[in-house]
């Protein structure tokens, strides 16, 4: 481990008593995380309640994500979940002319599943070939009647990072707005979505962004969203002075507009504090720790005869190892009760560490692995 992150272990207490490799689902609670939790319940137990200061609180987790990603915060909106996010975007290319959306088969399923809720939308589904997509293919099934490309930078089963500028550029030359999930890169990936020129992109907080479900953010290129009028909207997506005017309808300015009802402030004291974490330590620095401990993996894993799933290089799977296990659910629930925390997928288990985790981490559940392969 990187000696200057070693420092970053002891706030995450869950380290002391298990080995927490489930990033791609949920993080380990950080103690800066937790205070944030109880400060919002503090905030019911003590006062009655505090709205202005959980606004507050919203504010700066948007500017936080901004930060990550390389937005403006106006360009940002905070909501429950990813797929409220797809939804909302989907509301809002309606009334759009062009009427076909173009997605992969490494998406995760809630993309399809809300495409596949817009009735007069045709759908067109890139496949991947081992794994991975090749960027060639993005030339031949974006085409000039495509409306939205919703492309995964990171993909759920198997850790294949996509290079997300050369796909936007792809998507730009045929005149196709661009949707990225980030969930699984944003927190361990460095993103710029300004010099990527991504359109829109959403991230959920739970996994390597260090916080809990019920807070995501949803990025629309300020121009763009000002253009865009998102038919899943409400009370916070309008102008702050037409708020409790039930006669009055204006959208908010930028990305705010996508945004519905009251958020889940209890999760999002817990995101702001993750994403200031995350930004102190910087994007950079977590990437090379977890690339190199997913090389480290992905070469033990190998040693000890394991079946490696999706990409071989360490360039194009960055932060996840995925082993092939037809019993993937059983051989977790095994793990689990020697306080291994991973995550199982289909056929595949996931070991997805992040920069707290330590080489030693990584090979005490491979070793684990191999033996529950041996006993199952
Ligand atoms: C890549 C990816 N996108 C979207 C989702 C769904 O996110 P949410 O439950 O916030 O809608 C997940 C959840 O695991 C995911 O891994």
């Avoid at 987790?61 to 909501?79: D, H, Q, S």
């Avoid at 797929?83 to 399923?109: E, G, H, I, R, W």
């Avoid at 409306?147 to 995964?152: M, S």
Wanted: proline letters at 5%; one cysteine or more.
């Amino acid at each position: 481990m990187d000696s200057s992150l070693t420092q970053y272990r002891n706030l995450f207490p869950s380290l002391q008593t298990h080995t927490m490799l489930a990033n791609c689902s949920q993080s380990a609670l950080a103690a800066p995380v937790s205070k944030a939790i109880t400060e919002y319940q503090e905030s019911l137990l003590q006062k009655g309640g505090n709205w202005d200061e959980a606004i507050e609180r919203t504010e700066k987790a948007r500017n936080e994500f901004a930060r990550l990603i390389g937005a403006e915060p106006e360009e940002i909106a905070v909501l429950p979940s990813v797929t409220d996010a797809a939804v909302s975007v989907a509301s809002a290319l309606s009334n759009c002319k062009k009427k076909q959306a173009v997605y992969t088969d490494l998406d995760f399923p809630a993309i399809a599943h809300v495409w596949k809720a817009q009735a007069d939308v045709t759908l067109s589904v890139i496949p991947s070939d081992e794994g991975m997509i090749p960027l060639e293919r993005y030339e031949t099934f974006i085409t000039d009647q495509t409306l939205v490309t919703c492309v995964p930078h990171v993909a759920y089963t198997n850790g294949f990072v996509q290079n997300v500028k050369q796909i936007a550029a792809i998507a730009a030359k045929k005149g196709s707005l661009l949707f990225v999930d980030a969930y699984q890169s944003a927190g361990h990936v460095p993103i710029d979505v300004k010099e990527w020129g991504v359109d829109m992109l959403a991230a959920g907080a739970r996994k390597y962004m260090l916080g809990i479900p019920g807070t995501a953010f949803l990025y629309v290129r300020k121009e763009l969203a000002e253009q865009l009028k998102p038919k899943a909207s409400g009370w916070f997506g309008q102008q702050k002075d037409t708020a409790f005017d039930l006669t009055r309808f204006s959208y908010a300015d930028g990305a705010k507009r996508f945004e519905t009802g009251t958020p889940a402030f209890i999760s999002v004291y817990a995101a702001n504090a993750a994403l200031s974490l995350l930004n102190g330590i910087g994007t950079a620095r977590i990437h090379k720790e977890v690339k190199e401990l997913s090389a480290f993996a992905y070469g033990y894993a190998s040693e000890k005869g394991l079946n490696l799933a999706g990409p071989p290089s360490c360039e194009d799977r960055p932060g996840m190892i995925s082993i092939y296990d037809e019993r993937a659910s059983e051989t977790a629930a095994l793990l689990k009760r020697q306080n291994i925390i991973c995550s199982p997928r289909h056929h595949v288990i996931r070991l997805a560490p992040h920069f707290y985790n330590t080489k030693d981490e990584l090979a005490y559940a491979i070793d684990q692995l191999a033996f529950a392969h041996r006993r199952i």
